[in-house]
DNA sequence: CTGAAAGCGCTAACAA
DNA sequence: TTGTTAGCGCTTTCAG
């Protein structure tokens, strides 16, 4: 068993609020005793037990973030960047991985609820009204990282102006017959993919360029299937001469069908994707950047404000969006 | 505040002990004042204090990962499957992110003292003689994944074997001029690059193939510098047929540069990798999987193993390699 | 500056 | 089957 505090207050000769001072740094101690103390702890190796102490206090020093499966980059991203500001802090991050709706919902309930947490940390995923109520009532801070609610505090990106920026790009380099590819839109767990489509027509229109429902095509996430929608979409009479995906996944996915089918990028085809993950540098993918990593650290830094003092009204932030000119979009030619 | 066991015993007229075993699923409590008692606790919304609990049981239903900063994917790739495993028992996990020793010799301290956490899971990240020590003194149980200490339990890849197994692999194929590209093998923050040139030492050794040191080379972590690394190698007056690479992203960073000197792989370049990332399936690389998802769930079910029962002595576990043969390596012609 | 003592909310003997 | 009580190891009044 390990030493307790009982057990360095008896060697020290001194009674256990007076180690529980020295371990706190608490001033009022004199160097003398203070000095018993400390040798005390050394000979016997003493370090304070967390979880009595957290009883004690009341505070865990650790928060809890929940995050769906590590499925995409970005979200791993986005907890690079979480760990990154925690790493600064005095607080551990216990880490919740929904991998479905179920798992979220009673990570949700359970975490909002007693103190195994200070604080909770939400990454891309969004709560329904009766969850974020739930969350704002109770003592638990919490910060939105990549999704958002009127009454929690957040971390944003605008993907309407997002998906505007993409489109617009690509139609300052005089492409109008642009495809959109992209995740399901119809029943979003996550509506970013959709948010990010409204911006895609939203530049069309603002350009007078008429949308053609036959250049969108939306399915299952992840590269492989966004080669297939690539292939659909290009084998089409007249294909679009620019393809603005969901998100770089799927941006590499179309580079990969594109090289399979031996259409040159970005002769050929320009293609943008969204996020900034790390892959699209590599790949040369001309994308929305939108600081993800950032944004795991700017929702550390909101959740300990609000550790700090409890804000009244929810802050929230919205990050830039840049957009990171690469080699797989130029100027459409004749 | 939240309720307390106490506001539940006082609503349902029975003694704090009741509660207690009736949250604990105790049999020895009559149907009647199971009904108040569970009424009550409806009513008041109450849940058990988790800390009060640990503090009370010495359990706190939590392990430790530490893990390095989750910059390759193949930690990502683990954690995964930790998660997996993890997400079918009743422990909850602990994030440690290591981005230097300071940090690594730090965790490896704090955990295995005090009850923060009821076990500990190492990943990629070997111990030293004395740190290991200290774990098996531990009260708490430790197991390392790809890290390997005699005194510790692990879970394990043969790497030496793996090389070996790339290595004999591209000589099948009529390869003689090998190529080895890997991080830098001289101050190994984790030795399996070094045991993977080890199994390619052997293997040339094996087959009577000279080694001829200018055909490997190491240095910086990473796709961008393995591209220049290949530059370096492809440049030379007589390249190499065949590459070996320490890991899948270094194969990638191959492949990369490849592409860019208009090298065609793999009529006239072969390429193997090592570790089975998603990205090398995505990429069509040949490589030697180590079944990183595995790893981590093996490294979690020894671990609840140890929870349940300490062993003697410590168990080790050796995963199976499997070479992957996909389109990047094949047969030298002429 | 220091010690005694009362909790923090729970579990688990021990009695009844 | 149930209640009383003594901890778990710490922090923090409150006296002195």
Excluded: W
């Excluded at 053609?212 to 299952?220: F, L, P």
């Excluded at 393809?243 to 320009?270: C, H, K, M, W």
């Amino acid at each position: 068993m390990s030493p307790t505090i009982r057990d360095v207050a008896k060697k020290a000769n001194v009674g256990i609020a007076t180690v529980s001072r020295v371990i706190n740094n608490n001033t009022s101690v004199s160097a003398e005793t203070r000095n018993a103390v400390l040798t005390a702890i050394e000979e016997l190796d003493y370090t304070p037990n967390p979880i009595a102490r957290q009883l004690s206090t009341g505070r865990t020093l650790t928060i809890g973030v929940i995050v769906p499966n590590l499925t995409s980059p970005s979200y791993v991203e986005r907890l690079r960047g979480v760990q990154t500001a925690l790493a600064e802090s005095e607080y551990h991050m216990v880490l919740y991985s929904v991998g479905n709706p179920v798992d979220r919902d009673n990570y949700f309930k359970e975490l909002s609820r007693n103190g195994l947490v200070d604080g909770i940390l939400i990454i891309s995923l969004p709560p329904n009204d009766a969850q974020a109520e739930r969350f704002a009532q109770s003592d638990v801070p919490t910060v939105l990282i990549d999704a958002y609610h009127e009454q929690l505090c957040s971390v944003l990106t605008d993907d309407v102006k997002g998906g505007e920026m993409a489109t617009q790009h690509l139609i300052d380099l005089g492409h109008t017959k642009i495809g959109f590819l992209s995740e399901t839109l119809e029943t979003p767990f996550h509506p970013s993919s959709y948010y990010r489509y409204q911006g895609y027509r939203k530049a069309l229109t603002e350009n007078n360029i008429p949308f053609d429902e036959t250049y969108r095509i939306s399915g299952a996430s992840g590269r492989m299937h966004a080669r297939e929608m690539a292939r659909q979409l290009l084998a089409m009479q007249i294909p679009p001469s620019a393809i603005f995906a969901g998100n770089d996944i799927q941006a590499i996915g179309i580079l990969d069908t594109a090289r399979e089918l031996q259409i040159e990028v970005p002769s050929e085809l320009s293609v943008i994707g969204f996020d900034g993950i790390r892959d699209a540098e590599y790949t040369n993918l001309t994308t929305i950047d939108q600081h993800l990593h950032e944004s795991g650290e700017e929702g550390v830094k909101m959740l300990l404000q609000e550790l700090e003092s409890l804000s009244d009204s929810p802050a929230q932030k919205r990050l830039a969006l840049k957009l990171v000119q690469r080699n797989t979009t130029r100027p459409l030619i004749g």
